[in-house]
């Protein structure tokens, strides 16, 4: 059932065979090409339809040559209407779509690694890896868990509390770098082809960010089989963002939905904004940081898709924008006072990013956006530690409950007065 014609090198166009394979000879990264004339043959929306809810309704999409033998109740997250942040921020109508509760670790990560971990068993694999921000070690760990593989995840020393036991809950073996990301990748990068390990995101990239195109097909599912005027995505290594461009692209290619604009808004922390900055400097070539940001999900300073994704966000007449610390924080509590939903730090720079450009006319008042909430809150608590009103606590007597009650409804009396 395979719609895989094989692997294509994105800057010299050179062939090569489906193999694991971290880059081209020339160093730039490998893509997946696909036989579309034969999705156009077999895919329909009825087809789509009828299938189960989750990812896997979109399989001919992916590049596994059977059936996923694993990870199969990944995604069909709820895009849900957000009427009261819409108001908040000033804009006619804005989408929520609601990864903080994919399965199986809430986060956007399940995608890649659905895809990534069933092409590792096709390629025999009985070791899985990855270098993380967090949430791709969960993920990892968890998948492996459950397809009885083993998993090694290597992540910076620094990172939350949360997403270091919720890695290790699944038995996973960590390694603790102590540096940042982009050295954890670097150091991936050297040993990934000396130990027959299938590392999702350097061996394995080119299947594993196909993954991510699932966001972005169902949002146009959802949407009834249309695509939104604009979508913000948060960007790390920018594979997502890239991704759901062409995703979208894809669905018109198939005639699946009707060919309309979409603007890609691609959001960063300004502590780590490599991508943004590059596109409002007005080119794809971005320039290496050193990150310093609570989104560490998103602090990838040498972005391996970067290019891809200041590009992709240019060409789609979309924009870039970051956002500080403080900012991202408020845009956390806007997302859950509003529309009941904690998503984690990297939703915050969603928020905060969507707020910012609404002000600034970048993205209109009138665009049906969608914002792409990626992670869940629970992992980065300590974000919100001290930013909070975590109430007061009283003995079990009922003069106490009244007296405090009395005292809170003082300067509320007097304002109705
Ligand atoms: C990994 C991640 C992203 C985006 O990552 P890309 O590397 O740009 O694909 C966004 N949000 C969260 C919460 C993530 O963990
Ligand atoms: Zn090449």
Known sequence: MSYVKGLRCRECGK???????????????LEVVYDVEGWKK?????????????MWRYREMFPLDGEPVCSRWVGFTPLVEAPRLAEALGARKLWIKNDAVNSPTLSFKDRVVAVAINK???FGFKTVACASTGNLANSVAAHAA?????????????????????????GAKLIKIRGNYDQVNRLCSQIANDYGWGFVNVNLRAFYGEGSKSLAYEVAEQLGWRLPPAIVVPMAGGSLITRVGKAFQEFIEIGLVQPAPFKLIGAQATGCSPITSAVKRGTPEYEPQKPSTIARSLAIGNPADGYYAARSIMTSGGAGEDVTDDEIVDGMKLLAETEGIFGETAAGVTI??????????????????????????????????????????????????????????QPAAANVG
């Open 42 to 54: 077999t895919l329909t929306r009825q087809k789509i339809e009828s299938r189960a809810p989750n």
């Open 352 to 409: 905060a990013v969507t707020r910012k450009l609404l002000q600034h006319g970048k993205i209109s008042r009138d665009d049906e956006t969608v914002l792409c909430v990626t992670g869940n809150g629970l992992k980065t608590l300590d974000a919100l530690e001290g930013k909070l009103d975590l109430g007061v606590s009283i003995r079990p007597r009922i003069e106490e409950f009244e007296a405090l009650v009395a005292r809170a409804e």
């Open 15 to 29: 062939a090569y065979a489906v193999a694991p394979r971290v880059v081209c000879d020339c160093l730039a990264p």
């Open 120 to 122: 590792a068993i096709e």
């Open 146 to 170: 459950a397809a009885g593989l083993d998993a090694y995840v290597f992540i910076p020393e620094d990172l939350e509390e949360a997403k270091i036991l919720g890695s290790a809950v699944y």
